[in-house]
Every structure is written in C-alpha cells, then in structure tokens.
C-alpha cells in the first residue's frame, strides 16, 4: 500500500486525529502562557525565585519525553491514562522556552529607559504594562513559537498513553512496520509545526514594535 | 517651610546657608527660599568601606540654576537620586519644599521633579509626543489639553510639533533625542528640574548649540535647576552657583564668576581643564 493510498481511503480519520492533536497542542499551549508569562513577570524583582524557577523549567526539558509521559500516569489528580496526563506533561514541555523568553524579554531593556521611567514617577505596575511588556512583547512571541512548535512534535508521542493525536498513526505504523502508516502521522505533524511557526511569525512581525 | 532645629546646623555649610536659614525661619520676606535642602546627609550603601556622600550640608535656592561639578565618582549622580527618593539618606535627610523625602510619597514626589539623563532614556515604543505627554496622560489630563501642551513643549525646546510629534525616537538625532528628553521633563510643568549630564553624549557642535539654548530656557522658564557635570565650561556657561564636589563632600561653592578665582587645589584642577588645548590660553 502506498502511503498516498493509506491517506486516501483514511482521510476522515486523519483529519480528526490532527484535530486532536491540534486540540492537545492548543489546550496545552494556553495553559503553559497563562503560567509562564505571569510567572515570568512575578520572577523579575524576585532573584532567588527566578535561579528556582528557570532550573526546574529546565529539568522538566532534561526528561526524556516518553518516559515523563510514563512517570506522570501513577500520580493521582494529573495523572492515569488519556488526555489530561498528556496536557500536564506537555505544559511543563511547553514552560521554559516561554519562561526564559520573558523573562529575557523584561530584563534586557535599556536601563536607561528604566530608570527614565522610574525617575519619571511611574509606579512599578505601570513600568511593568507601559514599559517592560510592550518592550519584551516581541521576545516573549518568539518563545510562545518555540513552545509551540516543540509542542507539536512532542505530541505525538501522547498517543503511548492513550491521548489520540496524530502519534497514534507513528505507534501504529512501527508496529506494523508500515512506512505508509508512519507518514500518516508524522506528515500532518510536521505541516502543522510549519503552519503554526509561520502564522506566529507574521503574529510576531504585526505585533513587535521596533 | 519647616523650622530646623540648632541641633540640626552644621558649621561645613556653603557659605551664607546657615544665616539665611535662621533669618527665613523668623522672616518670610525677600530673602530666597530654598527648595531643596540637604541636612546632615550620609549616604552609603553595603559592602564599599567609604560613603558615597558624606555628610553634606547644602541648599537650592528657587529658581536657581546649581550646577554640581565633579569627576567620576565624587557623588554628583548621589544626590540628584537622594532629591527624587530614588535614593534615601542613610543618615540626615532631604527636604524638598520643606518635607523630607521620606515622608514624600515617592510617586508624587517624582511627578513634581522632572529628570533628564546623558542618554534621554526615551521610550522608544511611543511616538515623541506620547513620550512629552505621559506624564500630563498618567496624571489624567484630558487629551485635548496633553496635545496642546506637548506642542507647546516641543516648540520650547525648537522641534516643530507638526514635523516630530508623530517620529519615534529611533528616528531622532541624538540632539533632537536630547532635546525631547527635556520636554518630556516638562512635561507636567514640575517646579524642580534634575540633569544628570543631559549633553554628555552629544557631538561639541550639538552639544554648544543645546547648551546655549538651554540657558536661555532655564532663564525664561525660572524653574529651580540641579545640574550635575563634569564640564566646567559647561557649568560655567549654566550656573548661577557651582557647587564642586569630591569624594562625596563639597570642596567650593561659589558663583560662577568667582569659581575660577578659589585658591583651592581641586579647583585648579578642574580650571586647569580648561586650559589643555596646546597653543590656547585663556
């Protein structure tokens, strides 16, 4: 069978599998924003917490991915079997390259343009909305992409634990050892890693101010 | 304007401060008054062994344009953030209009002083005229009277509002940077005007042509001026005092035409200076 025969006769099934895929990637994504920036505008003023919060980002990165997808299934609440258990896995995926971008992002404006405003009489919330967000607006955008992308690669690999997604043609397709099987995984997947890095792009280039 | 307690005095005072404390506390008449007063004040901070400023004594006159002269390090930036609470004394205190900074909410206290810096600090994502009215905007004017007066403000300082008010600062001069700089400074029309060197940066040519602007300005708007550089032709062409500072404390103060004359080895130094250009003399 030749993989554009398999995508063919399976067409709906894909299609609902990238679905899927699409759904875990955005419902993880939104989550992992909704943690990483705020967290990242909390760690600015806050040293000890920014070293604790980058490190742990980054382990979470050092785990290879299926065995993270393993270790969360025992523990109760966001773990077991399905869906939730892959978004957790893939919002702390998704955390440091948001994290670390905004946090870049907020501290590597101009002091001087800081300390204008500070002199100025901003208070330290409007420096934060008026100044540093819009300022960091760009590099922020561009770690929200690596994420995303990131994500959409990673999962894949949510299938193994009974998450759907376009992971479960590749699973399939190993053990059946059919190349045919595999494409029609990993060929959506990559479309859509492409497709979501080039519309965040021109999200980027529209939003970024300099 | 408060009464300073005698315990408070200090003998290593400017001259002339001192009497006319004890005379404006008695009699409010036509003597000056200053509107910003250093008591007594230390600043250091952890870790360096010497204070930044040491027991410095000191008043602004209103409507005074100070220039503080000094080189690197002798504490000239120190005060200038000890007058807009950017900094607190760690011994003594600073009174702005007769209140110590301290118990100025620091918010207000920096509204009703404008800054300018070497490198203008613009904000580079507004446009010139949201970086004139943002103050005017955060203190709630309307829009009709922030457009009105951040054109006023950038005719003062000799940009054309038609033609800059819309440009962002990337697309400036380092001088017209400069010169927005001062009518963001203005912006909510700020009694007390603070400069740290806000032509240090400039090419000469821009750097005379703005200095001789602003001293016309400072004469016309009659705003109360500490100005901080290490240029002494520039504190010169500027001041009607020069304060000069070393090691965080005040060796000379004294008008602008009798500085050159103090018998003082760190003033020679600096008039020295002035005289470095090889077959020039002055």
Same mark, same amino acid.
């Given at each position: @069978?030749?993989?554009?025969h398999?995508f063919i006769?399976?067409?709906?099934?894909?299609?609902?599998?990238?679905l899927?895929?699409?759904?875990?990637?955005? *419902?993880s994504?939104?989550?992992a924003i909704?943690i990483?920036?705020?967290l990242?505008m909390?760690i600015v003023?806050?040293?000890?917490?920014?070293?604790?919060s980058?490190g742990a980002a980054?382990?979470?990165?050092t785990?290879p991915?299926?065995?993270l997808f393993? %270790? &969360?299934i025992p523990?109760p609440?966001i773990?077991g *079997?399905?869906?939730?258990?892959a978004?957790?896995?893939l919002v702390?995926?998704? $955390?440091?390259?948001?994290?670390r971008?905004t946090?870049?992002?907020?501290?590597s404006?101009?002091?001087a343009v800081?300390?204008?405003?500070?002199?100025m009489g901003m208070?330290?919330?409007?420096?934060?909305?008026r100044?540093?967000?819009?300022?960091a607006?760009?590099i922020?955008l561009a770690g929200i992409?690596?994420?995303?992308?990131?994500t959409?690669? =990673?999962?894949?690999?949510a299938a193994a634990?009974g998450?759907g997604?376009?992971g479960?043609?590749?699973?399939?397709?190993?053990? @059946?050892?059919s190349?045919?099987?595999?494409?029609?995984?990993a060929i959506p997947?990559a479309? /859509?890693a492409?497709?979501?890095? /080039?519309?965040?792009a021109?999200?980027?280039?529209?939003?970024?101010?300099? | 304007?408060?009464h300073?307690?005698d315990? !408070?005095?200090h003998?290593?005072?400017?001259?002339?401060?001192?009497?006319?404390?004890?005379? !404006?506390?008695?009699?409010?008449?036509?003597v000056?008054?200053?509107? =910003?007063?250093?008591?007594?004040v230390?600043?250091s901070?952890?870790?360096?062994p010497?204070p930044?400023?040491?027991?410095?004594? @000191?008043?602004v006159?209103?409507?005074?344009t100070?220039v503080?002269?000094g080189?690197?390090?002798?504490?000239?930036?120190?005060l200038l953030?000890?007058?807009?609470?950017m900094? *607190?004394?760690? !011994?003594?205190? #600073?009174?702005?209009?007769?209140r110590a900074t301290?118990e100025?909410?620091?918010i207000r206290?920096?509204?009703?002083?404008?800054y #300018?810096?070497?490198?203008a600090?613009?904000f580079p994502?507004?446009t010139v005229a949201?970086?004139?009215g943002l103050?005017?905007?955060l203190e709630?004017w309307?829009a009709?009277r922030?457009?009105?007066?951040?054109d006023?403000l950038l005719? $003062?300082v000799?940009l054309?509002p038609?033609?800059?008010a819309?440009?962002?600062?990337?697309?400036?001069?380092?001088g017209?940077r400069q010169?927005?700089?001062?009518a963001?400074? &203005?912006?909510?029309?700020p009694s007390i005007?603070?400069?740290?060197?806000? %032509?240090?940066?400039?090419d000469p040519?821009?750097?005379?042509?703005l200095?001789?602007?602003?001293?016309e300005?400072?004469?016309?708007?009659?705003k109360?001026?500490v100005f901080?550089?290490?240029d $002494?032709?520039e504190?010169?062409m500027l001041?009607?005092?020069i304060?000069?500072?070393?090691a965080?404390?005040?060796?000379?103060?004294?008008?602008?035409?009798?500085f050159?004359?103090?018998?003082?080895?760190e003033?020679?130094?600096?008039t020295?200076?002035?005289?470095t250009v090889?077959?020039?003399s002055?």
């Open positions: @069978m030749t993989p554009w398999f006769t399976h067409r709906a099934e894909i299609l609902d599998a990238t899927d895929h699409l759904g875990l990637v955005m *419902i994504m939104f989550i909704a990483a920036v705020p990242g909390f003023q806050r040293p000890a917490l920014r070293t604790f980058l980054s382990v979470f990165q785990i991915s299926l065995a393993g %270790f &969360l523990i609440f773990g *079997i399905g869906r939730r258990t978004i957790v896995a702390l995926y998704a $955390l440091l390259p948001i994290l971008n946090h870049v992002g907020l501290t404006i101009d002091p800081l300390e204008a405003a500070e002199a208070t330290n919330t409007q420096i934060l909305t100044v540093r967000l819009p300022l607006l760009g922020i992409r690596t994420a995303t992308v990131l959409i690669g =990673i999962a894949t690999i634990i998450a997604g376009l479960i043609f590749i699973f399939r397709g190993v053990a @059946m050892v190349d045919a099987v595999i494409l029609a995984g997947a479309l /859509l492409i497709l979501a890095d /080039l519309f965040l021109l999200v980027e280039r529209r939003l970024r101010i300099l | 304007m408060s300073i307690p315990s !408070q005095m003998y290593d005072r400017p001259r002339g401060t001192a009497e006319r404390a004890i005379v !404006q506390t008695n009699n409010h008449s036509s000056p008054e200053p509107i =910003i007063r250093f008591e007594d230390t600043y901070v952890k870790g360096r010497t930044l400023v040491t027991q410095l004594s @000191m008043s006159n209103s409507s005074e100070l503080l002269l080189r690197s390090g002798s504490g000239k930036t120190t953030r000890l007058i807009n609470r900094l *607190i004394p760690s !011994q003594g205190r #600073v009174l702005v209009e007769g301290s100025w909410d620091p206290l920096r509204r009703h002083i404008g #300018v810096i070497q490198d600090g613009l994502h507004f949201e970086n004139v103050i005017p905007k709630h309307d009709a922030i457009k009105s007066r951040t006023e005719s $003062l000799g054309e038609a033609e800059f819309q440009r962002r600062p990337a697309q400036l001069s380092g017209q010169r927005v700089g001062v963001r400074a &203005l912006g909510a029309d005007l603070l400069m740290d060197e806000p %032509f240090g940066a400039l040519v821009t750097r005379a042509e200095q001789h602007e602003f001293s300005l400072a004469r016309r708007l009659g109360t001026i901080v550089t290490h $002494l032709r504190a010169l001041a009607t005092r304060v000069l500072l070393q965080g404390r005040i060796v000379a103060s004294s008008a602008p035409q009798e050159l004359q103090i018998d003082q080895p003033v020679q130094a600096f020295a200076s002035l005289h090889p077959g020039v002055a």
